[in-house]
């Protein structure tokens, strides 16, 4: 966890992101739980869309949330076809 921590403080800095902003755990739940529900590749873009919609004026929860709905009523595939 530690280099997650550097990585990510690192990637704040170069992007002028105040760490504040940043929810790890919250985050982490989300990935996870796409990874699970839909398939791993699409964990990290989905992450990335939770962050596009954060930018957009929706709270990290509420987007969070919908992500994670959207997720568990997903048919889980297999990606690599």
């Given amino acids: 966890m530690r280099e997650l921590r550097m990585w990510t403080s690192a ?3 170069d992007l002028g992101i105040d760490s504040d902003q ?3 755990e919250l985050i982490d739940a989300v990935a996870r ?3 699970r529900a839909v398939a ?3 964990a990290s873009l989905s992450a ?3 962050g596009m919609a954060v930018g957009r004026g929706f709270s990290s929860c509420e987007a969070a949330r919908r992500v994670c ?4 009523c997903w048919p889980r595939v297999d990606w690599r076809d």
Avoid: C, Q, S, T
């Fill in 69 to 72: 709905e959207r997720a568990r």
């Fill in 22 to 24: 940043l929810d790890y």
């Fill in 48 to 50: 990335y869309l939770l």
């Fill in 33 to 35: 739980e796409v990874g």
């Fill in 40 to 42: 791993d590749p699409a």
């Fill in 11 to 13: 990637l704040e800095a």
